[in-house]
């Protein structure tokens, strides 16, 4: 039988996909506040959903979990780019980048719980688009002799990560652990007193 041309099936597209964003930023604020114990309930709810429709998005826990830290590994890219395009003065994009991160981690701790920081394959394409925007704001922060002429966009990643899963397994870690943090992997990377607080408050995108 030849399918019937009309809105309907665009609308009901639309309404899954509309369901399936609030499903993940339900998520993300359960997972933010509870952590790994966050229920499929919990999500439903917030999300204005039935768990029928949460399901119909996402069969498995795992699926659920994937689209989540998928959406941080969106936005540790948005951070990046806003370090990229609004930081001042040249070079201390990095800089920005950096603390920018660790505020995100510090309050999104999924990705780094589950995957170590380290992407899935559902999580490559965005993953990698983030690596080639740090590896830009490495590159321009050494070409300003912001950071250490022999510094590369992976020890960035290994100095942030390394330090920001250790952080999320530890429950005690505290906002002012996480910027100290920040600013110990700066300081590693050769990054100058100027640029750093107090002397400098770090430009971060809102999270």
Not at 11 to 35: K, M
Not at 55 to 73: D, G, I, K, N
């Amino acid at each position: 039988m030849r399918s019937i041309p009309g809105g309907d099936g665009r609308a009901l597209r639309s309404d899954g996909r509309r369901n399936r964003d609030l499903v993940v930023r339900a998520a993300l604020e359960i997972f933010a506040e509870r952590g790994l114990m966050g229920t499929v309930e919990q999500i439903a709810e917030r999300a204005g959903v039935s768990r029928a429709t949460v399901y119909r998005s996402f069969p498995t826990r795992q699926a659920l979990q994937v689209a989540v830290a998928t959406s941080q590994f969106e936005q540790i890219h948005r951070i990046a780019l806003h370090a990229q395009r609004h930081s001042t003065p040249r070079g201390a994009g990095l800089v920005d980048f950096v603390f920018g991160a660790f505020e995100y981690n510090q309050a999104n701790r999924l990705y780094l719980e589950l995957f170590d920081g380290l992407p899935t394959p559902e999580m490559a394409g965005v993953h990698a688009a983030s690596r080639r925007t740090i590896a830009e704001l490495t590159d321009e922060s050494r070409a300003a002799g912001v950071i250490r002429p022999e510094v590369t966009d992976e020890d960035v990643a290994i100095f942030c990560s390394g330090l920001s899963t250790r952080l999320a397994a530890d429950q005690t870690s505290t906002p002012a652990d996480w910027r100290r943090m920040a600013r110990y992997v700066l300081i590693g990377l050769g990054v100058p007193d100027r640029l750093l607080p107090p002397r400098r408050s770090p430009q971060t995108a809102a999270v």
